[in-house]
């Protein structure tokens, strides 16, 4: 059986576009249905392209979409022999697809019988908590530096934007760990002399340049590191861990001062506070506002429409 593939298109519009427009005009309510029903398509295929993406999986679906493309040009050709050849691996698909994709099908089935859902649906932990936990990621990481006297400069970049600092180094946007971050700056390897960037949640860039502060009030025995801290810290507004390669001392630069000799709770402190607790709390506080200024309009128009 040949799929007919070169259809009457003209007929095609007529008896199936036109009359569910027509439908629509007649219920308009349909349209949301619609919407919502396209909209969770899109999302579910969303979701599972991203799921396999760089898997094996993937070279599997472009040659699946190859293989759809050359039956719909040969039905529309009218190439029989190889419309027929093309048909019958297609009626065979979707067996093909189940062994094909049975760990992604396997995967995604068991998180859906977890509470990883919202992990399935690309949903992932909130950015206050992502971001608490690779605040004691980078203490650790600054804590096993320290200990090995292993010079480092973590910048972690906040509201302010610093892609020309990114830039001047070695992109890796990864997830932050205290294993890569300890791995980078050790000594001798390609990445250790710079600073690693830190932005929305990921290292951005190892061996990054960053301006050094000239002031003269800065003390004359702070050696480069700490100086380039202070400056990234004055022209922008990141903070800063520098640990020291002479004396192992872990220090934080923010808004252009250094906080010198601090300890490991009092790192994760100075970052929590500076990072977390400041930003949240803020955005937390302006959407409150909004939601307070929405509800006294809505009380002034009912109130307008009474009288």
């Given at each position: 059986?040949?799929?007919?593939?070169?259809?009457?298109?003209?007929?095609?519009?007529?008896?199936?576009i036109m009359s569910y427009i027509?439908?629509?005009?007649?219920?308009?309510?349909?349209l949301i249905t619609l919407l919502l029903d396209l909209a969770i398509v899109i999302f579910l295929l969303y979701c599972?392209?991203?799921?396999?993406?760089?898997?094996?999986?993937?070279?599997?679906?472009?040659?699946?979409?190859?293989?759809?493309?050359?039956?719909?040009?040969?039905?529309?050709?009218?190439?029989?022999?190889l419309n027929w050849i093309l048909t019958g691996i297609m009626n065979l698909?979707?067996?093909?697809?189940?062994?094909?994709?049975?760990?992604?099908?396997?995967?995604?089935?068991?998180?859906?019988?977890?509470?990883?859902?919202?992990?399935?649906?690309?949903?992932?932990?909130?950015?206050?908590?992502?971001?608490?936990?690779?605040?004691?990621?980078?203490?650790?990481?600054?804590?096993?530096?320290?200990?090995?006297?292993?010079?480092a400069l973590i910048v972690i970049e906040r509201d302010i934007k610093i892609q020309d600092i990114i830039a001047t180094g070695i992109s890796m946007e990864a997830e932050?760990?205290?294993?890569?971050?300890?791995?980078?700056?050790?000594?001798?390897?390609?990445?250790?002399?710079?600073?690693?960037?830190?932005?929305?949640?990921?290292?951005?860039?190892?061996?990054?340049?960053l301006p050094l502060a000239d002031d003269k009030d800065i003390a004359k025995e702070l050696g480069t590191r700490h100086r380039a801290a202070i400056g990234i810290s004055k022209e922008a507004d990141s903070i800063v861990v520098i640990v020291s390669e002479e004396t192992g001392k872990m220090s934080v630069a923010k808004d252009g001062t250094l906080i010198a000799d601090v300890r490991e709770d009092v790192l994760k402190k100075i970052l929590i506070s500076n990072i977390v607790t400041k930003r949240f709390t803020a955005e937390k506080k302006e959407r409150m506002e909004k939601a307070k200024k929405m509800k006294e309009e809505i009380k002034k128009e009912n109130k307008q429409e009474s009288k």
């Open positions: 059986m040949v799929i007919n593939l070169g259809m009457n298109w003209e007929n095609f519009y007529k008896d199936n027509k439908s629509l005009q007649a219920n308009p309510l349909e599972f392209l991203k799921m396999v993406k760089g898997s094996r999986a993937w070279q599997l679906i472009k040659g699946i979409a190859l293989l759809i493309i050359a039956t719909w040009i040969s039905g529309l050709f009218n190439l029989r022999i698909g979707v067996i093909a697809i189940i062994v094909i994709f049975q760990p992604e099908l396997r995967r995604g089935l068991e998180q859906l019988g977890t509470n990883k859902l919202t992990r399935f649906f690309g949903i992932d932990k909130d950015v206050s908590t992502k971001t608490k936990e690779d605040i004691y990621k980078i203490v650790i990481a600054a804590t096993e530096l320290s200990k090995a006297k292993t010079g932050v760990s205290p294993q890569l971050l300890v791995n980078i700056f050790e000594p001798k390897t390609p990445l250790h002399d710079g600073a690693v960037i830190i932005s929305g949640n990921k290292i951005a860039a190892a061996a990054c340049m």
